[in-house]
């Protein structure tokens, strides 16, 4: 059962425009959230982070909403640019009850068009 | 310094060999973690370690064995896969179990 889910497997995006990146979660208790940056043949690398504390963090051209009510989170790049091209996954995080795992949705592939 | 490394970078094995891959941090991370990729999917939790101890053992089938040598190494050690085994596996690893986790750029397995 995919606790956290990107519901779009893919988004195109001219370059300079903004690029919003959606996820959605199905557990209340989830308490810290991440998004990665994956480009081919290489590991995800960590991008900005939010805590359940707060709805937003902005980090240069990153920044990540969440609205807990709805369980969503979304990141928006401004201006994207086309070295943004890559796969973006949501993570979030359990309590303790689940020794604080981290959940990965299944990415969304975004291409920025120079 | 955020960087985890991992080796080898591709690793191509048959059904019967026995293989290990290899995982190294020197960010003074105490929990460290073992993720199996397939294409188009999220990272799968398979094994997690804080302070050198197994803390998490997702029903990884024994053929996976992990290692944690120390507070820096992390291996798994790999015995008698199947070809649905060929995946991307990525080490990561955190300061704490409930931190932002930092990823290696992976291992490709092929097994024939």
């Known amino acids: 059962d995919q606790q956290v889910k990107q519901n779009s497997p893919s988004l195109s995006v001219q370059e300079g425009r903004i690029s919003i990146l959606n996820c959605d979660y199905t557990n209340s208790m989830f308490d810290y959230f991440l998004w990665y940056k994956k480009y081919p043949a290489e590991g995800p690398t960590f991008l900005i982070s939010?805590?359940?504390?707060?709805d937003k963090n902005e980090d240069g051209r990153f920044t990540v909403f969440l609205n807990k009510s709805a369980k969503h989170l979304s990141l928006h790049i401004v201006p994207s640019q086309p070295g943004d091209s890559a796969v973006y996954f949501c993570?979030?995080?359990?309590?303790?009850?689940?020794?604080?795992?981290?959940?990965f949705g299944t990415g969304t592939s975004l291409t920025v068009i120079p | 310094d955020t960087e985890v490394t991992q080796t080898p970078k591709h690793l191509v094995m048959g059904m019967t060999n026995k293989k290990s891959l290899k995982c190294e941090q020197h960010?003074?991370?105490?929990?460290m973690y073992w993720y199996k990729q397939k294409a188009k999917k999220p990272p799968e939790l398979m094994f997690v370690?804080?302070?050198?101890?197994?803390?998490i053992n997702e029903s990884v089938p024994s053929r996976f064995s992990p290692e944690c040598p120390n507070s820096s190494l992390l291996n798994l050690h790999l015995h008698a896969l199947q070809p649905e085994d060929s995946a991307l596996y990525l080490c990561?690893?955190?300061?704490?179990?409930?931190?932002?986790?930092?990823f290696g750029p992976g291992t490709r397995l092929t097994v024939l």
């Open positions: 960010m003074g991370h105490r929990a």
């Open positions: 990561a690893s955190s300061q704490l179990l409930e931190d932002t986790q930092y």
């Open positions: 939010i805590s359940s504390i707060k």
């Open positions: 370690y804080s302070y050198e101890k197994l803390s």
């Open positions: 993570a979030a995080r359990g309590d303790h009850n689940t020794g604080n795992q981290f959940y």
